[in-house]
């Protein structure tokens, strides 16, 4: 009997509305014992986690480094702005001194072990005195503009304009500094400070 009670009111069950199967399931909750409803709670936490665990405090710190490390110095900043434990664990000198040495970048002294983040003011102050060169640009009087004229069709303009409608010739171009290609190649910089083979 319980059985068959348990089946129909498990079609009903899905019969109903949204705000009908709250009602029902909060009065159920009122009906239950104190160790039922704990029962209750326990099947939620279960299926459905209160909390986002952050790997780093679950994790042994070991292993929390090594996953770091695969990160390039700009996103190892961004982690240092998620919280205080990601701050300390970023700008630890075992992460930086990796980075700093992959580019021959050494420090002239041994700092002591109170000492923290040596590393990263290192290569944050190496990364300032790089001299990048800039594209150079013509002077003025290199700067030549070419006198362009229009094109002119041979097609008679009735044909182009017939009842205000658009024809193939009458399609809207691009602007001269955009090109056909949707996916261009031409915008993409190689960031020598990433971590990808040079």
Request: proline letters at 7%; charged letters at 30%; a positive charge.
């Amino acid at each position: 009997v319980f059985e068959e009670r348990r089946a129909l009111l498990g079609k009903w069950f899905d019969k109903w509305t949204d705000g009908q199967r709250r009602r029902i399931l909060v009065d159920l909750l009122e009906r239950c014992s104190l160790s039922q409803q704990k029962f209750c709670a326990k099947q939620l936490q279960d299926r459905v986690p209160t909390e986002a665990l952050d790997f780093t405090t679950r994790l042994p710190r070991v292993l929390s480094l090594y996953i770091f490390s695969f990160l390039d110095p700009r996103s190892l900043c961004r982690c240092a702005q998620v919280s205080w434990y990601w701050k300390y664990l970023s700008e630890l000198d075992q992460l930086w001194m990796l980075k700093c040495l992959r580019f021959g970048w050494f420090i002239n002294f041994s700092p002591t072990p109170f000492e923290q983040g040596i590393w990263k003011k290192h290569y944050i102050e190496m990364v300032k005195e790089l001299h990048v060169t800039r594209p150079k640009t013509p002077s003025k009087d290199e700067f030549v503009v070419i006198d362009v004229q229009p094109v002119r069709s041979n097609v008679p303009e009735t044909k182009l304009s017939v009842l205000g409608r658009r024809t193939k010739k009458d399609k809207k171009e691009l602007p001269p500094w955009r090109s056909s290609d949707r996916h261009p190649t031409d915008t993409i910089r190689f960031n020598y400070l990433d971590n990808y083979n040079p």
